[in-house]
């Protein structure tokens, strides 16, 4: 069955959670033999640093133990000294390969090799030919590409491996500001950390009822889920090799094991699905951006072929 | 400081000038910037036109590429850059690191500016681009405050450039998805955020109700002032309260920090605008000039007037002050 | 800004046929003026664009590629790609780029429907345009010149003080 090249990657939880939960989560994570890599990090914000520093060595560890690739993550957003500091030393002294979140790292990270992930814009091949000839090995393309894009980027750019956003709530946006802890009467300054009540994200509404986003700290995140899982060949014959799930407050191993069944030829996508619904119930998947159409769509998958 | 203004037409250009701009930005009638709207914009010929009476008056014309290039259609944005050079521009804003690195390659005597929407928002990132593709300039993201400009400005090797006045992104530049989102159009691919072909307004009884893309941006009761149906200016449901999860209907004025940014070294202060219409162009050219060279205490007067012509009606000093996180 | 009674009245109880010929006759004198409309247009110069003054009970549907403009009772309510709706005063500096649109749609000033790139194009079209009522119309008016030209002067001194 064609796929079993696809590789699956967890992507950094994008959340707060509590650090026991989250070292506890990663632990599960290393025992699931369908994920090949994880990058680990807080990646939203740097006043959640503290939750999970404690545990990441443990984590990373052990996840390296179970035989996955393991990456550190840098920030997406990086203003303060304070943060630029920590990308410098993430990128001095860290143990595991790099993945560039801001062009900070992505400067820093030049000539050695490392990873880019879904917050550095690569919209084009010659871009991606750029970082590749820097040191880039492996790109995570960022959500918002059309799988025309996909296919024309790396079609274009030679020397890395692609990677792409298959599973998860879809990061939209990022600011300065922090909506979540303003929804909850409380500046980003002093926060009370009020992101941490809500494991999956808080909850978004148009005046008329319809669900729209999700607040997660500082990011803005879709409603939807993302899941690409009948697009699974269309990537594959793109010549992507790894797919991301990112985490989301459900069992994300028996994601991964959802997709690694399709991917292989096991069950279809349609039965896939079924199961993603099982595993994380209450969210309505999207695929619309794969599909070069408003990101929050769905577009089921296209209809066996009648012959003629 | 520079007074860097926007035009999205000849009128509105010949207006910046006349209204006293050092610099008057714009773009082509295409993708390649991050103002792709129906009617804007202009062709090569009115470029170069405007370029002529800009020089005759000793303004400078940037050109903005501030979109990145669509992954096979990179000659539209190659030509242009080349376009933009041959024309006389005398800097080109651009956010894609391979149409840095082609410009840098190809015409290596061209001013290039980086976009905010590049989304540069440390020493780090700003020295990378300027090493790397020799930037003269930076426009920074409206993510930093005064205070984080003046603890930047020594660290860079390059001139800065901060948003005065006009919209506001409430999200950092370039990173943004919302808009493609519930529409399918984006800023960094097509040019657009919150594009016209799905904004719809709809009287729901005294209410006045916007939407994009089919989901509910706001309602404005009968006479409260309006905003762009920009989804991060909504209002929105977050579990029982209804209100601005973002931000309000608002316009940016840092003004009031006038002299904190050019204390920090700022060279330059850019005014928000393309999608405006000339006679808001030659105001606030005008009033901002006016205030360039006016004392502290005279400014508030010179301003006032123009939260009227905003958002909302209303004006914030956004992220340039810390309480507004 | 409404118009004083003293104008919007005589002009109301004007027979249609009469304001369809005045209007028609200083439209087609415009576009002839203002070709370049059309470049910035493109398409959407196909698309019927309707205008109310709040203060005229009269509405004025055109479309730019047809060179047509039908003018009918407001109760009339005729079908349009997009509509705009507000002050006549506003609506003529709107046209003659003297006030910017965006400012008077958050002040509520002016209502908008329908197609908004359709609106889009033409607000920007126009403000590039560089109508000027009292100049391009000269005589062209006919009997309705006074009446132009007192409006005009109208806009000007409100647009002046940005309150058009």
Known sequence: MAGRNLRITLGPVPYLWDGEAWRDFYFRIADCAWIDAVTLGEVVCSKRLHFTQPFIDAVANRLADAGKEVALASMAMVTLEREAMLTRKLVEASPWPVEANDLSALGLLSGRPHLIGPFVNVYNGATARMLASRGATRICLGPELPLASVTEIIGAASGADFEVFAFGRLPLAISARCAHARAKGNSKDNCQFVCQDDPDGLAVDTLDGQSFLTLNGVQTMSHTCQVLLAELPALQQAGVSHIRLSPQHCDMADVAEVFAAVRDGRIDAAEGEARLRAIYPDVPFSNGFHHGTTGAAWIPAATEQVPA | MELICPAGTPAAYREAVDAGADAVYCGFRDETNARNFPGLNFTREELAASIAYGKARNVQTYVALNTFMRAGAERLWYKAADDAVLLGADALIVADLALMAYISETHPRQRLHVSVQASASNADAINFLVQTFGAKRLVLPRVLTVADIAALAPKVACELEVFAFGGLCVMAEGRCSLSSYATGLSPNMQGVCSPASHVRYREDGEEMVSELGGYTINRFGADEPAGYPTLCKGRFHIADDGGYAFEDPVSLDVMEHLDALRAAGVTALKIEGRQRGKAYVAEVVSRLRQALAATPEQRPALLAHLRRLSEGQRTTAGAYEKKWR | ?164
């Open chain 3, 1 to 164: 800004m409404i118009l004083p009674k003293a104008i919007s009245q005589p002009i109301n109880r004007l027979p249609l046929p009469v304001i369809q010929r005045g209007t028609k006759l200083v439209f087609n004198q415009m576009l002839r003026q203002h070709p370049t409309l059309f470049d910035r247009l493109g398409d959407h110069a196909t698309k019927s664009f309707r205008f109310t003054p709040a203060d005229l009970n009269l509405s004025f549907l055109i479309v730019p590629a047809r060179r047509s403009i039908t003018v009918s009772r407001k109760s009339a309510r005729m079908p349009a790609d997009a509509s705009a709706g507000g002050p006549l005063l506003t609506l003529l500096a709107l046209l003659e780029g003297r006030i910017d649109g965006d400012a008077m749609f958050f002040a509520r000033s002016l209502s908008i429907s329908g197609d908004m790139e359709a609106m889009l194009a033409l607000r920007n079209a126009l403000d590039d345009s560089g109508f000027d009522l009292p100049r391009d119309l000269g005589k062209a008016a006919g009997p309705f010149a006074p009446l132009v030209t007192r409006l005009a002067e109208m806009v000007r001194q409100r647009a002046l003080v940005g309150l058009v």
